[in-house]
C-alpha cells in the first residue's frame, strides 16, 4: 500500500519511526543501527520530527543516512503545532533542512507533513519544504 503525495510522488504507507530517537547519547550508535538495518533491509520511509529529542531524533536520521543511504530514504518530519502558522512554519523547516537528514537526491529536501496533534491529523497540510 502506497501514499501519494499532491506533487504525484508514491511512497510506501509504512516506514520507520523515530519516535523517543536522540533523547540520550547512550542509545545514539543502537539507534543509528537500528535505522540502518532497515534502510539496508529495503524500508524506504523514515518519519522524523523536530519535537522529537528536541531535534536530536532528525540527527540520529542524519548519522543513520550515511554511507549511501540518503539516496534511498523518504524522510517525513512534522513541526510543532505552534510553528504551525506562516510566520513560523517557514523558519521551522529551514531548522529541519540544516540538520544531517536533510541533503538529498538532485537537492531533493525533506517532505513535511503539517503540524502533528491530537486535533491535527498527519497527511492534511502536506508541503515540501524545499
Given at each position: 500500500?502506497?501514499?501519494?503525495?499532491p506533487?504525484?510522488e508514491?511512497?510506501?504507507?509504512?516506514?520507520?519511526?523515530t519516535y523517543?530517537?536522540?533523547?540520550?547519547?547512550?542509545?545514539?550508535?543502537?539507534?543509528?543501527?537500528?535505522?540502518?538495518?532497515?534502510?539496508?533491509?529495503?524500508?524506504r520511509?523514515v518519519?522524523?520530527?523536530?519535537?522529537?529529542?528536541?531535534g536530536?531524533?532528525?540527527?540520529?536520521?542524519?548519522?543513520?543516512?550515511?554511507?549511501?543511504?540518503?539516496?534511498?530514504?523518504f524522510?517525513?518530519?512534522?513541526?510543532?503545532?505552534?510553528?504551525?502558522g506562516?510566520?513560523?512554519?517557514?523558519?521551522?523547516?529551514?531548522r529541519?533542512?540544516?540538520r544531517?537528514?536533510?541533503?538529498?537526491?538532485?537537492?531533493?529536501?525533506?517532505?513535511?507533513?503539517?503540524?502533528a496533534?491530537?486535533?491535527?491529523?498527519?497527511?492534511r497540510?502536506?508541503?515540501?519544504?524545499?
Amino acid at each position: 500500500m502506497d501514499v501519494s503525495f499532491p506533487d504525484g510522488e508514491r511512497v510506501p504507507a509504512l516506514g520507520l519511526g523515530t519516535y523517543r530517537m536522540g533523547e540520550s547519547s547512550r542509545s545514539r550508535e543502537r539507534e543509528i543501527a537500528t535505522l540502518q538495518l532497515g534502510l539496508d533491509s529495503g524500508v524506504r520511509v523514515v518519519d522524523t520530527a523536530e519535537m522529537y529529542g528536541d531535534g536530536g531524533a532528525e540527527r540520529v536520521v542524519g548519522e543513520a543516512l550515511r554511507g549511501g543511504r540518503r539516496d534511498k530514504a523518504f524522510i517525513v518530519t512534522k513541526v510543532l503545532p505552534s510553528n504551525a502558522g506562516r510566520r513560523r512554519l517557514g523558519a521551522a523547516c529551514e531548522r529541519s533542512l540544516a540538520r544531517p537528514h536533510a541533503a538529498g537526491r538532485n537537492g531533493r529536501g525533506v517532505r513535511a507533513v503539517g503540524a502533528a496533534g491530537p486535533d491535527r491529523p498527519l497527511g492534511r497540510q502536506q508541503f515540501r519544504c524545499r
